[in-house]
T-cell receptor, first 112, second 113 residues
C-alpha cells in the first residue's frame, strides 16, 4: 500500500509566525505533489502543486520538495487566523494513471 | 462562472435504498473523480473517468456505481450493497490524464439511517 503520512496535529502557531507542515510518502517514484486546504465542513481547495526538487513560492505559501528524503513540506509565512484549517498532502503515485493518494491532513490553528 | 457543482448538499436516506449523487462541471475537464471522506481519514478514491463512456474502479468501488454519458456529468450511485454509506462525498475534475491538478466540488454529505 502506497502511503502518505502527515502529523494530524493540531499544530498551533501565533498570528504572524511561520507555520511548517510536513508530509512523507512511501513511493520513491512519485512525481507530482499537491497541498490542499480544507476548512471544517467544506471541500478541499488546491493551494500548491510542486513537481521538482526545491522550493516553489506563491504569495505567503512555499512548497518544498525533497525526493531523496521523500518528503514535501508547506510553509505559511505571516500566518493569519484565516489560515486555520486542515491541510491535506496528496501524491501522484507511479503507475496509477491519474490517481492521487491523500494523507489524513494536519490541522493548523493560528492563535491571536 | 466555471466550476463544479454537486447536489444536493445534504442527503438523508433509509438503509436499503439506492441514492444518486449529482456532479456537473463546466470547466471542459476531461477527467472526473469521486472520493469519499470519513472523519479522521484521508480521501479515498471510489471511481474515476478519463473520457466519456469509460470509467475505472478506485480503491473502494464496492457498493457504488457510476456513469459517464456526457463530458460534463459524472453521477455516483450509492447502492444498498454499500455497508457504511454515511460519509462526505466529493467530486473532482482535472484537465486531462496527467498531470493531475484536481479541483473539487462543494461535496454532498450523505447520512443513511
Amino acid at each position: 500500500q502506497k502511503e502518505v503520512e502527515q502529523n494530524s496535529g493540531p499544530l498551533s502557531v501565533p498570528e504572524g509566525a511561520i507555520a511548517s507542515l510536513n508530509c512523507t510518502y512511501s513511493d520513491r517514484g512519485s512525481q507530482s505533489f499537491f497541498w490542499y486546504r480544507q476548512y471544517s465542513g467544506k471541500s478541499p481547495e488546491l493551494i500548491m502543486s510542486i513537481y521538482s526538487n526545491g522550493d516553489k513560492e506563491d504569495g505567503r505559501f512555499t512548497a518544498q520538495l525533497n525526493k531523496a528524503s521523500q518528503y514535501v513540506s508547506l510553509l505559511i509565512r505571516d500566518s493569519q487566523p484565516s489560515d486555520s484549517a486542515t491541510y491535506l498532502c496528496a501524491v501522484l503515485n507511479t503507475g496509477t494513471a491519474s490517481k492521487l493518494t491523500f494523507g489524513t491532513g494536519t490541522r493548523l490553528q493560528v492563535t491571536l | 462562472d466555471g466550476g463544479i457543482t454537486q447536489s444536493p448538499k445534504y442527503l438523508f436516506r433509509k438503509e436499503g435504498q439506492n441514492v444518486t449523487l449529482s456532479c456537473e462541471q463546466n470547466l471542459n475537464h476531461d477527467a472526473m473523480y469521486w472520493y469519499r471522506q470519513d472523519p479522521g481519514q484521508g480521501l479515498r478514491l471510489i471511481y474515476y473517468s478519463q473520457i466519456v463512456n469509460d470509467f475505472q474502479k478506485g480503491d473502494i468501488a464496492e457498493g457504488y456505481s457510476v456513469s459517464r454519458e456526457k463530458k460534463e456529468s459524472f453521477p455516483l450511485t450509492v447502492t444498498s450493497a454499500q455497508k457504511n454509506p454515511t460519509a462526505f462525498y466529493l467530486c473532482a475534475s482535472s484537465i486531462g490524464y496527467s498531470p493531475t491538478e484536481q479541483y473539487f466540488g462543494p461535496g454532498t454529505r450523505l447520512t443513511v439511517t
